[in-house]
T-cell receptor
Framework: NAGVTQTPKFQVLKTGQSMTLQCAQD?????MSWYRQDPGMGLRLIHY???????DQGEVPNGYNVSRSTTEDFPLRLLSAAPSQTSVYFC?????????????FGPGTRLTVT | AQSVTQLDSHVSVSEGTPVLLRCNYS??????LFWYVQHPNKGLQLLLK??????LVKGINGFEAEFKKSETSFHLTKPSAHMSDAAEYFC????????????????????FGKGTKLSVIP
């Protein structure tokens, strides 16, 4: 199994540009999520999904969109990039409902917005 | 609401000495608790988890944690630090209420602490 994969690894955007961060998992996990990691802030949840077709907002959803058309994929879209979105983004997946299961993390995407 | 507080943002120990990374949780219900480790420029990896079975949980690489309900704590320990333990550690909590930890729109119950950076001095 490849586990959780993320592309790209690095990205530089100009303010106002849009882009999609890709996330895929091959473990048939129901639950997927996107976090951003900033120094001293830990990981903050952006959006999550409990299954195909079901998404919801986390702690810091503004400026981001998600969709979940398949179990495997959970892309994160930046609508109009801002310097405040400079961060490291992690995608994670887990088995889903029931007792909280451990999350499996991707390697991250380091995004810089200039 | 669920939350965790990591009491130290940075801990420095000498190689071969014990490690203690502190995490307190706040929960109205029986939580599930996790510790993750992140090495530089890497994703997070699960060290160990507590899900209401044994209160002393053993994880990978010699780490363990003890769930203490009376103190609402879940501190991470290791008897002897190794250079390879230098990393950032995150405490994480999830709540399983009514069998689901997704409890509806805008009501999410998984949170991470802000992290503790562990330095190991040779």
């Amino acid at each position: 199994n490849a586990g959780v994969t993320q592309t790209p690894k690095f990205q530089v955007l100009k303010t106002g540009q849009s882009m999609t961060l890709q996330c895929a998992q091959d473990m048939n996990h129901e639950y997927m999520s996107w976090y951003r990691q900033d120094p001293g802030m830990g990981l903050r949840l952006i959006h999550y999904s409990v299954g195909a077709g079901i998404t919801d907002q986390g702690e810091v959803p503004n400026g981001y969109n998600v969709s979940r058309s398949t179990t495997e994929d959970f892309p994160l879209r930046l609508l109009s990039a801002a310097p405040s979105q400079t961060s490291v983004y992690f995608c994670a997946s887990s088995y889903g409902q029931g007792a909280p299961y451990e999350q499996y993390f991707g390697p991250g995407t380091r995004l810089t917005v200039t | 609401a669920q939350s965790v507080t990591q009491l130290d943002s940075h801990v420095s120990v000498s190689e071969g000495t014990p490690v203690l990374l502190r995490c307190n949780y706040s929960s109205s219900y029986s939580p599930s608790l996790f510790w993750y480790v992140q090495h530089p420029n890497k994703g997070l990896q699960l060290l160990l988890k507590y899900t209401s079975a044994a209160t002393l949980v053993k994880g990978i690489n010699g780490f363990e944690a003890e769930f203490k309900k009376s103190e609402t704590s879940f501190h991470l320990t290791k008897p002897s630090a190794h250079m390879s333990d230098a990393a950032e550690y995150f405490c994480h909590t999830g709540y399983s209420g009514a069998g689901f930890w997704y409890s509806g729109a805008g009501s999410y119950q998984l949170t991470f602490g802000k992290g503790t950076k562990l330095s190991v001095i040779p």
